[in-house]
């Protein structure tokens, strides 16, 4: 099915990955990982995932707050003064974990280079006058999500938040395929982006792209430039394989993954206590603590619900406690986005 997906233009490279009982079950892949060089997918390769990299990020939070380094109701200028200018000293983890902290939006007139250099985006995020009171309204934190919490995760452990990721996620779960800032880029290989409205963009130079506002560079260039690689924005830029994604939810599974366990279950049912928040125009959406809710039908009757968080285009990562089931999928034709039926169709395969 995944040849068949790719053959025929729905997709053009993807990645399938499922763990069932701290098994790795599923391990797929199929297409073009990048049509400018006709370079075809592979299982270690790396694709740029987008908000998938918030459920990774989440994860480092709530080890943080088990450690006794964080509390959910702290505010974010105890331990980062700078950040309550502008009536942003109310801001509390709960309300940054949720995307209730008021400042959805990036800094007004941030270039590119700046949103890729930790200080000047993190000391712009710092000066930034909310759009309204914490806790007031749901809106969508998609970039500054990261950097609050990335920052808060700094000051408190001491250790800057690529190598907190490494060191207390990849390496335990013994990944060399997940990055939030990849080093020796050399050394991997990264699928390129192609956006299904705008089509296949050729890659821009650093002249080109560095003086441009951030919020004015389209998706696929932001993460088809080596420099967003090479950088930490904990909120859309990890680097990661299905494997590596599937491997994360399977390790906040009870059991875990081959001993690894990287949250108890009593803080994963904490950080999964869905609320229903509200946006500025009344319509509502279900969130937990950083993770967000999947609800899904592998057999087209029963409905399972899980925990995770997805990405722009249509990457994502999940697990199912009810099924004992994690999944990642990475592909690089967004806005496709195959991940439930191809999930079925594995169910189905596994069933037999």
């Not at 993807?14 to 370079?39: F, H, I, S």
């Not at 908000?51 to 006794?68: A, C, D, N, P, Y």
């Amino acid at each position: 099915m995944m040849e068949d997906l790719a053959g025929s233009g729905r997709e053009l490279g993807l990645q399938l990955a499922v763990y069932l009982d701290g098994k790795q079950v599923v391990d797929a892949w199929a297409g073009t990982a990048n049509p400018l060089t006709g370079e075809k997918v592979a299982a270690d390769m790396l694709f740029p995932v987008y908000s998938v990299t918030k459920g990774i990020t989440t994860t480092v939070i709530h080890q943080l707050v088990e450690r006794g380094l964080l509390a959910y109701d702290m505010r974010l200028a105890e331990v980062w003064p700078e950040f309550g200018a502008h009536g942003k000293e109310a801001v509390t983890l709960r309300h940054a974990l949720t995307h209730m902290a008021g400042i959805p939006d990036l800094p007004p007139g941030l270039t590119f280079s700046q949103m890729l250099d930790w200080p000047s985006a993190c000391g712009a995020l710092a000066a930034a006058v909310p759009k309204w009171p914490a806790g007031k309204h749901f809106t969508y934190h998609a970039k500054t999500f990261g950097w609050m919490l990335g920052e808060v995760a700094r000051r408190v452990d001491g250790r800057f938040f690529s190598d907190i990721v490494q060191e207390d996620i990849a390496r335990p779960l013994g990944l060399d395929t997940l990055h939030v800032g990849l080093r020796d880029a050399g050394k991997h290989r990264v699928a390129f982006l192609v956006d299904q409205p705008l089509g296949l963009l050729p890659p821009l130079s650093a002249s080109e792209i560095g003086g441009m506002e951030a919020a004015l560079v389209p998706m696929p260039h932001q993460m088809n430039y080596p420099g967003t690689w090479a950088a930490c924005l904990p909120s859309t830029n990890a680097l990661m394989n299905a494997r590596a994604i599937a491997r994360h939810y399977a390790a906040l599974l009870p059991g875990g993954v081959d001993g690894v366990e990287l949250l108890p279950p009593e803080r994963v049912s904490l950080a999964t206590q869905w609320e229903t928040l509200r946006f500025p125009d009344g319509l509502t959406e279900e969130r937990g603590l950083g993770y967000h809710p999947f609800d899904f039908s592998p057999d087209g009757r029963s409905k399972f619900r899980g925990f995770g968080h997805g990405g722009y285009g249509g990457s994502v990562g999940f697990a199912c406690p009810e099924l004992r089931l994690a999944v990642g999928y990475t592909h690089n034709l967004l806005g496709a986005g195959y991940w439930e039926p191809l999930l079925a169709q594995a169910m189905k395969d596994l069933l037999r």
